[in-house]
């Protein structure tokens, strides 16, 4: 399969697995060109299109895969322009009519902006304007804003850092002063089953820890096979 960021052309495929120990279906999208490089993240002139086909292919996939979600979950400015793509350049393709979006931010600081040349990058065509003027009027585009301003849900890590994020914006660059302020936003926060995972008591782990005594976690790092057995 083939798909086009700007002006360049890029081939892609689709590898299929299943998650470990289950019948749940997994898919990754190859295009050694873009991603066959020393380190997963760069700073490569071209990072913002290593992304933004990672992005546009993993929908192309799902419709040639007859396999659309209900809900897209993105995470950081790497994959957020998939609400915008999904309320603009896809909102007329009948398979994602229901389809709705869900952004988790790991570490604001981190928006991705690329100047705004990279436009045409983004293939918008007339809905171009969608974008914040004050932005491209800056010279700049700002891919987290993007999100946060398009998610259908946005969501963090914490109930103490979606506070952070909200009370705290000025420290935030970009992302913090989008067109809707963060507080008219729908922040959730993730959250983690301790009863299952707690490193305290986690019977898969080489060796326990928790709040008070990190030495544990010390440990496993130099284990790193370890934690990958824990669990099919």
Known sequence: MGISIGPASYAYSVQGTRFPGTEIPMFFIDCPEM???PAFYTFDADEHRRFLLFTRAAIESCRHLGCVPDIFHVND???AFLPL????????VPEFKHSRSVLTIHNIGYQGIM????VADLGLGRFEARLDAADLARGLINPLKTGINFAD??????????REICETTARHGNAGNS???PQRRRWN?????????DPRHDPHLAEHF???DLRGKIAGKRQPGELDRARP
């Open 35 to 37: 991603f066959d490089r």
């Open 77 to 79: 400015w790497h994959t």
């Open 85 to 92: 793509f999904l309320k603009t350049t896809y909102s007329s």
């Open 115 to 118: 100047p705004a040349a990279a």
């Open 153 to 162: 849900v946005v969501t963090t890590v914490s109930p103490t850092y979606a």
């Open 179 to 181: 067109q809707e302020a």
């Open 189 to 197: 926060s993730e959250r983690v089953d301790y009863r299952e995972w």
């Open 210 to 212: 928790g709040p008070t």
